[in-house]
């Protein structure tokens, strides 16, 4: 009896399999990142989290399967400094956990920044194995996939998958969340355009620039119009100088750029919206409020910022605890802030209006430290990128538009504290990063070496982040409207730390059943009106 013999490429080349499932990782993540762009449920306890909580459990459950398939213990083209950054983010990240007031929104958020992480490195690592093109196709399609599912509901399609309020934020649920993902992804689309080896493949690309174009538009987002104002500032001063020292960029990639935009332009102004602003010129008086801080959203965010300074300066070195800012901001804030909303269960946003600013209250500000220092050594490769001109000057011109898109709108709203945002974010840098310092073939000594055993922590770490999130959706599956107090008892049981359950259930039962519901909400959040009116109904006391 014979033994079937391996293919003859396996044969001869001892990493065909380690780059058969790098390629697969690169799949992994590509189709997670469309997911995650696509999911949403048709209805839950809460519209806000109905829309993220199914995102995060697809960008949790890719990015590890591709780091199990990956396996970048020794990842190729990443610096010692963004090692440590990253490394020291993450580790700060877990010991500002122990400040938190509610333990579950900061593992929530902290198990979010890891997955994030290695989604960073995991792409940079595939990318350096050649799958860089493979990687920015997946982000160009998801970008062109999650705008569309917005366009849809600016153009009059219902789904119950979309929410009402902050229309048209498609399958995102808000128009803000789904502007930054679209502007975050034009630089990878242009860059696509311009770099794509043939004529249909640019063609393409400069295709899937409409969408997220109009998306913009049609938002009216200012983070995200001043974030892509600065970022297309980048990219169009790189490939000017491109033509005028070498010529390297044919007019023709140019002109399908352009060409991009300019129907996108046509198209928004053009076809007839469902969209009823409040204004009969929106575009304009967004445009002529992009600075204004004295008056309406500008001058709560000021307000906001101030406060959160605030409290920022009271726990410089952990911080108030990971995604536990709306428990906290009331320590700093008057009754009377815009940010608050009284007459909700949930009174404010989970975020600051701004990443900085949550980095900094909430992980302390050497936290914030460390993703400076993880921006600038990525923007130094970028910028290594454009000195040595051709394919690595858009590369890297790419690199910078991410990074400068990214702290821009950063700076106006939470953008990296999101699933898809992050997950597209950390996709797109780790492939042009791969552009920008040039192809360098891995040896086969480094593509076939052992795993070490200590680094099957990582993935068991991340493991976590995938069974909480996937424990999540469970209990809102199973909760559905919340109109029914049945289903939202067996959610409650499935998921006891979720505050929008236990609150539902605290405000609407006999307290004779609800005793205990009250009691979790004033753990969960001790310091919120709802939570507290809720104990004190059914004679909770707080400790």
Same mark, same amino acid.
């Given at each position: 009896?014979?033994?079937?013999?391996?293919?003859?490429?396996?044969?001869?080349?001892?990493?065909?399999?380690?780059?058969?499932?790098?390629?697969?990782?690169?799949?992994?993540?590509?189709?997670?990142?469309?997911?995650?762009?696509?999911?949403?449920?048709?209805?839950?306890?809460?519209?806000?989290?109905?829309?993220?909580?199914?995102?995060?459990?697809?960008?949790?459950?890719?990015?590890?399967?591709?780091?199990?398939?990956?396996?970048?213990?020794?990842?190729?083209?990443?610096?010692?400094?963004?090692?440590?950054?990253? @490394?020291?983010?993450?580790?700060?990240?877990?010991?500002?956990?122990?400040? =938190?007031?509610?333990?579950?929104?900061?593992?929530?958020?902290?198990?979010?920044?890891?997955?994030?992480?290695?989604?960073?490195?995991?792409?940079?690592?595939?990318?350096?194995?050649?799958?860089?093109?493979?990687?920015?196709?997946?982000?160009?399609?998801?970008?062109?996939?999650?705008?569309?599912?917005?366009?849809?509901?600016?153009?009059?399609?219902?789904?119950?998958?979309?929410?009402? =309020?902050?229309?048209?934020?498609?399958?995102?649920?808000?128009?803000?969340?789904?502007?930054?993902?679209?502007?975050?992804?034009?630089?990878?689309?242009?860059?696509?355009?311009?770099?794509?080896?043939?004529?249909?493949?640019?063609?393409?690309?400069?295709?899937?620039?409409?969408?997220?174009?109009?998306?913009?538009?049609?938002?009216?987002?200012?983070?995200?119009?001043?974030?892509?104002?600065?970022?297309?500032?980048?990219?169009?001063?790189?490939?000017?100088?491109?033509?005028?020292?070498?010529?390297?960029?044919?007019?023709?990639?140019?002109?399908?750029?352009?060409?991009?935009?300019?129907?996108?332009?046509?198209?928004?102004?053009?076809?007839?919206?469902?969209?009823?602003?409040?204004?009969?010129?929106?575009?304009?008086?967004?445009?002529?409020?992009?600075?204004?801080?004295?008056?309406?959203?500008?001058?709560?965010?000021?307000?906001?910022?101030?406060?959160?300074?605030?409290?920022? @300066?009271?726990?410089?070195?952990?911080?108030?605890?990971?995604?536990?800012?709306?428990?906290? #901001?009331?320590?700093?804030?008057?009754?009377?802030?815009?940010?608050?909303?009284?007459?909700?269960?949930?009174?404010?946003?989970?975020?600051?209006?701004?990443?900085?600013?949550?980095?900094?209250?909430?992980?302390?500000?050497?936290?914030?430290?460390?993703?400076?220092?993880?921006?600038?050594?990525?923007?130094?490769?970028?910028?290594?990128?454009?000195?040595?001109?051709?394919?690595?000057?858009?590369?890297?011109?790419?690199?910078?538009?991410?990074?400068?898109?990214?702290?821009?709108?950063?700076?106006?709203?939470?953008?990296?504290?999101?699933?898809?945002?992050?997950?597209?974010?950390?996709?797109?840098?780790?492939?042009? @990063?791969?552009?920008?310092?040039?192809?360098?073939?891995?040896?086969?000594?480094?593509?076939?070496?052992?795993?070490?055993?200590?680094?099957?922590?990582?993935?068991?770490?991340?493991?976590?982040?995938?069974?909480?999130?996937?424990?999540?959706?469970?209990?809102?599956?199973?909760?559905?409207?919340?109109?029914?107090?049945?289903?939202?008892?067996?959610?409650?049981?499935?998921?006891?730390?979720? #505050?929008?359950?236990?609150?539902?259930?605290?405000?609407?039962?006999?307290?004779?059943?609800?005793?205990?519901?009250?009691?979790?909400?004033?753990?969960?959040?001790?310091?919120?009106?709802?939570?507290?009116?809720?104990?004190?109904?059914?004679?909770?006391?707080?400790?």
């Amino acid at each position: 009896m014979t033994l079937p013999s391996p293919s003859s490429a396996e044969a001869h080349d001892p990493t065909a399999p380690v780059r058969s499932l790098s390629r697969a990782a690169a799949h992994v993540l590509g189709i997670g990142l469309v997911t995650a762009a696509l999911i949403a449920l048709p209805t839950g306890p809460s519209d806000l989290d109905r829309h993220q909580l199914p995102k995060e459990m697809v960008v949790h459950l890719a990015v590890w399967l591709a780091v199990v398939l990956a396996r970048p213990a020794r990842p190729a083209g990443i610096s010692r400094a963004m090692v440590w950054s990253c @490394l020291m983010l993450v580790a700060w990240s877990m010991a500002a956990s122990v400040t =938190a007031l509610n333990p579950w929104l900061a593992l929530r958020a902290t198990a979010l920044t890891a997955t994030g992480v290695m989604a960073f490195i995991t792409a940079r690592h595939l990318a350096a194995m050649g799958h860089a093109t493979l990687l920015l196709g997946w982000a160009a399609a998801a970008a062109a996939i999650g705008a569309g599912t917005g366009l849809a509901q600016a153009f009059g399609f219902t789904s119950p998958f979309f929410a009402r =309020a902050r229309a048209p934020g498609g399958t995102f649920g808000n128009r803000n969340f789904l502007a930054h993902f679209s502007a975050i992804a034009l630089p990878v689309v242009g860059t696509l355009v311009l770099t794509a080896r043939r004529t249909p493949g640019a063609v393409l690309a400069a295709c899937a620039t409409i969408a997220p174009a109009m998306m913009i538009v049609l938002s009216r987002s200012r983070a995200a119009w001043l974030g892509s104002l600065v970022a297309g500032t980048v990219v169009v001063g790189v490939v000017l100088l491109q033509r005028r020292t070498n010529g390297a960029i044919p007019w023709t990639r140019i002109a399908l750029v352009a060409s991009g935009l300019v129907i996108a332009a046509a198209l928004t102004f053009t076809l007839p919206n469902t969209l009823q602003w409040r204004t009969d010129s929106p575009y304009t008086d967004t445009l002529g409020d992009l600075a204004n801080a004295s008056e309406g959203s500008g001058r709560g965010r000021i307000l906001q910022y101030r406060n959160t300074t605030r409290l920022a @300066l009271r726990h410089p070195y952990l911080g108030v605890g990971p995604g536990n800012w709306p428990l906290r #901001y009331g320590d700093v804030a008057p009754g009377n802030d815009p940010s608050w909303s009284h007459r909700d269960v949930i009174p404010l946003n989970p975020w600051p209006s701004s990443d900085w600013m949550a980095l900094a209250s909430e992980r302390g500000l050497l936290a914030l430290l460390w993703v400076v220092g993880l921006g600038i050594a990525i923007a130094w490769r970028g910028v290594r990128g454009l000195r040595a001109g051709d394919e690595r000057a858009l590369g890297g011109a790419g690199v910078l538009a991410i990074v400068a898109v990214v702290s821009v709108q950063g700076g106006f709203d939470a953008v990296m504290l999101l699933p898809a945002p992050l997950l597209l974010a950390a996709v797109a840098t780790g492939a042009l @990063l791969e552009r920008a310092d040039g192809a360098t073939p891995l040896s086969r000594e480094r593509l076939t070496a052992a795993v070490p055993k200590w680094w099957w922590l990582v993935p068991a770490m991340l493991a976590f982040g995938v069974l909480r999130s996937v424990e999540q959706n469970l209990a809102y599956v199973v909760a559905g409207s919340g109109a029914q107090i049945s289903r939202l008892r067996w959610a409650g049981r499935i998921d006891p730390w979720s #505050y929008p359950i236990r609150i539902a259930l605290a405000t609407r039962e006999p307290c004779v059943r609800a005793r205990d519901d009250a009691a979790a909400v004033l753990r969960l959040a001790p310091t919120w009106p709802a939570a507290r009116t809720a104990a004190r109904r059914c004679g909770v006391v707080s400790r």
